[in-house]
């Protein structure tokens, strides 16, 4: 039987694995496109990848909105969602109303914390898969994705009531990790609920130390950030608030084998070539940020467990002003 997956938000991250996942025997990848339709529609996909090499991927489908998705009535295995998180600004999980069936898959492959709640609520018979990725990868232009480095993929069932175990979940999560090893992702890794959730925590430690950090100081890049004397000591002090309070939140510790902050620091210390995080071209650009799944989220969540993290609280509450100072002034430069 093919294995149809369908991916939603069709940028750098959806494209790059919709075009490895498309490599799978049996399997056929569909997207739902927005502001690049008209290029995928006319070319497909090119994308350039040191590892990889560089190819061209047409979509078995390509879809101008969910709407179109919809009338294509083609029952989905795989749904990914791979648009930017902004809470804030749209609930994605309503788009995915008339596409998911009971035996769909709904893969999150998003940055941040609590990303999983909407969709879990809205789809309680579907399965919601979690996805972390540590990759670098871009859209420079439409329909054109540049993969720079990095494939890892760690992708685990969202199964938030205690001691669960799902068996239909655990294999839904089984075979999309195959599915990504068969289209040549060799270090995606298949996690029980409670590793992934503590990988988000871990991920977000770094995130909401660094990414908020580079637009409130200007645009500093990471080895800046890293190699200030102050800088240093408030870019750890939020990473170790975050990495004390995850496993507090969670009641477990963090595996051995993940970076402490000193680690952390030492390794951002040494790359000297300026790169920054993905949030200040956001801000830079005029963006949303994903400020509420990576500082609003863990906030929250910590709070209703009883803890307080106030090195982010400062840190959201601040840039979150600003974003509303910036957009404030954006529409004022249109009059
Ligand atoms: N890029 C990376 O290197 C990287 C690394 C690790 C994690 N991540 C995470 O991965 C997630 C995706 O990031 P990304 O870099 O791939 O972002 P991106 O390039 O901006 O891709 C998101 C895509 O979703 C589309 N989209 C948004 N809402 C839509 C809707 N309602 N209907 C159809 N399409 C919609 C966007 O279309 P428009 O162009 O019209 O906005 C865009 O093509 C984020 O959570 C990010 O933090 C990214
Ligand atoms: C440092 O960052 C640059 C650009 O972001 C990248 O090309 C390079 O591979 C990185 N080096 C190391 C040692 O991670
Ligand atoms: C630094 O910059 C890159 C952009 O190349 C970003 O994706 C990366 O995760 C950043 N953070 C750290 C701590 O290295």
Not at 91 to 107: A, F
Not at 216 to 242: C, F, P, Y
Request: hydrophobic residues 35%; charged residues 20%; glycine residues 8%.
């Amino acid at each position: 039987m093919t294995v149809e997956i369908l991916i939603f938000g069709a940028g750098a991250v959806g494209a790059f694995y919709g075009s490895r996942l498309a490599n799978a025997p049996d399997t056929q990848v569909s997207v739902v496109c927005r502001s690049n339709y008209k290029a995928v529609k006319a070319n497909g996909f090119t994308v350039k990848s040191p590892q990889y090499g560089d190819y061209t991927w047409s979509p078995t489908r390509t879809f101008a909105s969910p709407e179109d998705a919809r009338k294509s009535k083609t029952k989905w295995d795989y749904i990914v969602v791979s648009t930017k998180a902004l809470p804030d600004v749209s609930d994605d999980s309503q788009q995915l109303e008339g596409l998911v069936g009971d035996g769909t898959g709904i893969v999150l492959i998003q940055n941040g914390l609590g990303v999983e709640g909407p969709y879990n609520r809205r789809f309680p018979k579907a399965t919601v898969l979690s996805a972390v990725t540590v990759i670098s990868a871009a859209q420079p232009e439409h329909g054109l994705i540049q993969h720079n480095r990095w494939t890892r993929i760690n992708v685990g069932p969202y199964l938030p009531e205690q001691g669960v175990e799902d068996e239909k979940a655990m294999a839904c999560n089984k075979k999309f990790v195959e599915l990504l090893n068969a289209g040549g992702v060799k270090d995606a890794s298949a996690y029980s609920h409670a590793k992934l959730q503590l990988v988000r925590w871990h991920k977000i430690a770094i995130n909401a130390a660094f990414n908020p950090s580079s637009v409130l100081s200007g645009g500093s890049s990471n080895a800046t950030m890293a190699l200030d004397s102050e800088a240093q000591l408030h870019i750890k002090g939020v990473m170790d608030e975050v990495l004390t309070t995850g496993p507090k939140v969670l009641n477990t510790q963090f595996p051995k084998e993940f970076a402490t902050s000193e680690a952390i620091l030492r390794s951002t210390q040494k790359n000297t070539s300026g790169s920054r995080p993905s949030m200040w071209a956001d801000w830079e650009s005029g963006k949303r940020m994903e400020l509420e799944v990576i500082l609003g989220n863990p906030i929250r969540i910590a709070r209703e467990k009883g803890f307080e993290m106030p090195r982010l609280q400062s840190l959201y509450a601040l840039l979150k002003l600003a974003q509303e100072n910036r957009d404030k002034g954006n529409e004022r430069s249109k009059l």
